[in-house]
C-alpha cells in the first residue's frame, strides 16, 4: 500500500493529536478528512469492537446546518422521506435524491428545532447541493458547515463508558433519538447511533477546542473497560449490512436500489426534488439491488474498484465491498445484482483481481 | 506517514495501472479520486520536472460538463469573470464564488461551443453547486460529470514529446487555447496548460478504455527524452505561485484575498451569483491577501494545518503551503497576510510544528 501525503486540504480534527498517540496505522479520506481505518490490524479492531469499547473520529461526518423560517421545507425538499411526523430530538436515516432521484448523499438528519437541522453527511459536498438549492428557490434559510465534530463510543460496553463521562441519563436515550448534554460547560447533543451494529452513541462536539479534552476523558474513565481508539471497521460493517455511500451506491443509484425503498414515502414526500423520477420506480421497483453476497475461496485484496459479478459470460451485477470475516468463516461482501439473479442460494461467480471466485446471493446480511 | 485505504471510493484513473507500474510511492485524494504525489522523491522529481518531461494522470480535475441553451447563462451566474469575449477553444480561469463571494472552486473553463462548456475542477463536488443552481432557477442545461480524464504533459520537452505523437500542429497551440486532435480514432480537446510552470499541454482523454494506449503510446514516444511519470510537485508548485484550492484558500476567502482580483469583473459580469456581495471588496480591496513568504531554517514538515505567523504576539496570517526549495536554498511558501503587514520586505515569525521561524514577505513568486 502507497503513504498518504499530508497537506491542510486533507483537514485534520479535533481529535487528530489522540488518534496519532493511539498508533493509528493508515487512513482514507473523506469529506476532505482524515478518517483512520486501522490501529492494530483490520482483524485486531474487529474482535475488540465486537467486545469491548472503542472511541472514533469521525469528525469527517460533517454538518450542514439549516437555520431559519424555511429551514424544514428546504430539508423535505432534499428527500423522498416523509419528515412530517419528525420531532425535535430525533434522528432520521435519509436519503438524498437529486431531480432525477440519483442519489448525492445518505446522511442522518438531526432535527434541533422545527428551524434548525444538522445534516451528518456521507462522503461528498452535500453543502454545495442545499446552498445551491436554498439560493436558486430563493429560500428564507442559512446553510452553512457549523464546528461539529462528531465522535462515536461504538461497542458492547458503549453505553457503560458514555454514563461514566455523562451520567445516567445517556442510558434513557433511544435508538436514532438524542438529547442534551454539558461537558466542562460545552451542551452538546449526544444521539444513540453510530456505523456499527455493536450498539453506541455519536457526540456532536460543538467546539473544536474542546475535542481532546473529551477524548481524554472518555480514555480516562474507560481505562479499566480496556477503552481503546478504533474507527469503523470494514469487516464489521459489511457483516451488518452497513452501506458505504461512493462505494456502495454512487449518484448513479436509485434509493431503491440500494435497498433503502422503506425510506422513501415518494406518494406523500410533496417537495421533494426527486419525487418525479422516483414514483415510476417507487412503484414498480428496480431493476438491479443491493444484496448480501458470500465469495468463496482465499484472502482477497481490498475492493478498489466494482469487481463484476458474473451468471457464466454475462455480467449480472457487481461487488462494491468484500472482507473476509473471521467470525464466518468467508468473505462477507455488498454487490448490486440484477433482478434476474437477486434471488437467496443463486449461485454466481465474481472476477476478483486474483482471478473467477464462486459466490452466492445470501437472504440477509451476517448480523 | 501513514499508509492510505483503498476502497472503490477513492477512484481509481483510467491510467491507475501506469502509475502503479511507474513505482508510485505515496498519494492524495483530490476529487474522491487518487492523485500521485511522489514517485522517487520530492527533490528528485522536482529536479526531473524542470529538466524533462513527465506524464502526469490528473484524472482527478474532473469536468463539470454544462450542455444546453442555457450553459453559457449558467456559467456566467457561476464566476465574477466576464465571460462576453471568450470563444469556443479558449480555456479561461475563473474563480467560482457563491452567493456571499466566497470561493468553491477555481477551475478552468473549457469553451467547447457557444452551449457546451466544460468546467475542469479543482477539490470540491462544484458539480453539486451548479446542479443546484441550474435546478433552482429552472435553467435549461444539462449539467454531469462526463467521461473525461485529464493528462498532463508537463516540462521543457513536453512540446517534443506531445508533437511526436500528436503531429507538429501541437506547436500552434497557445497558451490557455486548445485543439482538437484524434488518437485511434478518439477526438480529443489538448490544451496548452497545466499546473506547472516547466510549460506542457493537457490532454483531455474521452474514453477512459483508451487510456493506457495513450500513457503507453507517450512513454514509447518519450524513450529517448527521459521521460517519466510524475506529478504536480508541491515545491516547483509554491515557486511558481500555483494556489491550492482547499490548502491556499476555502470557501472562506473572496478571490481578492486569493490575489484573484485579475479576474474579476465585478462591474461587468452581470448575472454573477456573488456579484453583490464582491461589488465593495472589488473597489476597497482586500484587508487580507495571499504573499509569497520565506521562511528561513532547518527542513520543515509538511504543512497539514495552518501555521499562525506573527508579528510579536499579534496573530496578523497564516501559512498554508510550503516546501524547502533545493534551487532557491529556502524554504518557499504561500500564506494569508494582512493589510497591516503584507508588503515586500516585513519581517514576521512563523509558529511552525518544530517551533518559530523567522519569515519574510516577498515582492513576488520565485519562479
Redesign the interface.
Known amino acids: 500500500?502507497?503513504?498518504?501525503?499530508?497537506?491542510?486540504?486533507?483537514r485534520?480534527t479535533p481529535f487528530s493529536k489522540g488518534v496519532e498517540a493511539a498508533g493509528?496505522?493508515?487512513?482514507?479520506?473523506y469529506n476532505?478528512m482524515l478518517l483512520p481505518?486501522?490501529f492494530e490490524s483490520p482483524e485486531a479492531d474487529y474482535h475488540h469492537l465486537k467486545n469491548h469499547v472503542q472511541i472514533w473520529d469521525v469528525s469527517c461526518e460533517r454538518q450542514v446546518e439549516l437555520r431559519g423560517p424555511d429551514a424544514g421545507r428546504l430539508m423535505q425538499m432534499l428527500t423522498p422521506r416523509d419528515l412530517r411526523r419528525m420531532l425535535p430530538g430525533q434522528c432520521y436515516y435519509v436519503p438524498i435524491v437529486?431531480?432525477t432521484g440519483g442519489m448525492?448523499n445518505d446522511p442522518v438528519a438531526v432535527k434541533l428545532a422545527e428551524d434548525r437541522w444538522w445534516i451528518s453527511i456521507a462522503?461528498?459536498?452535500?453543502l454545495?447541493?442545499?446552498?445551491?438549492?436554498?439560493?436558486?428557490?430563493r429560500l428564507d434559510v442559512l446553510v452553512d458547515e457549523p464546528d461539529v465534530s462528531p465522535l462515536a463510543v461504538q461497542g458492547p460496553k458503549a453505553e457503560d463508558l458514555v454514563a461514566k463521562v455523562f451520567g445516567p441519563r445517556v442510558r434513557d436515550i433511544r435508538f436514532f433519538r438524542f438529547d442534551w448534554f454539558q461537558f466542562q460547560g460545552m451542551d452538546l447533543p449526544i444521539a444513540r447511533s453510530g456505523y456499527s451494529k455493536q450498539g453506541g452513541f455519536e457526540i456532536y462536539v460543538t467546539d473544536k477546542r474542546m475535542g481532546m479534552k473529551l477524548w481524554d476523558a472518555l480514555m480516562e474513565a474507560g481505562a479499566d473497560m480496556d477503552v481503546r481508539a478504533g474507527c469503523p471497521n470494514v469487516i464489521e460493517r459489511i457483516e451488518g449490512g452497513l452501506l458505504?455511500?461512493?462505494?456502495d451506491m454512487t449518484e448513479d443509484n436509485t434509493p431503491h436500489e440500494c435497498g433503502l425503498g422503506r425510506f422513501c414515502d415518494t406518494a406523500t414526500a410533496i417537495g421533494c426534488?426527486g419525487r418525479d423520477a422516483l414514483l415510476r420506480v417507487a412503484k414498480e421497483g428496480p431493476v438491479q439491488q443491493i444484496r448480501p453476497i458470500e465469495i468463496h475461496g482465499e484472502k482477497l485484496?481490498?475492493?478498489?474498484?466494482?469487481w463484476p459479478v458474473m451468471a457464466g459470460t454475462i455480467r449480472v451485477g457487481q461487488i462494491?465491498?468484500a472482507a473476509y470475516s473471521p467470525d464466518f468463516g468467508v468473505h462477507v461482501a455488498i454487490g448490486m445484482v440484477k433482478i434476474t439473479h437477486w434471488d437467496a442460494g443463486t449461485e454466481l461467480e465474481v472476477n476478483t483481481p486474483d482471478g473467477p471466485r464462486k459466490a452466492v446471493v445470501r437472504e440477509a446480511f451476517w448480523a
Open positions: 500500500m502507497a503513504l498518504i501525503s499530508p497537506s491542510r486540504r486533507l485534520r493509528v496505522k493508515s487512513y482514507t479520506v476532505r481505518t486501522v437529486d431531480e448525492l462522503d461528498s459536498d452535500l454545495l447541493w442545499v446552498k445551491g438549492i436554498a439560493n436558486g428557490y458505504s455511500y461512493g462505494n426534488i485484496p481490498p475492493v478498489d474498484y466494482a462494491t465491498s
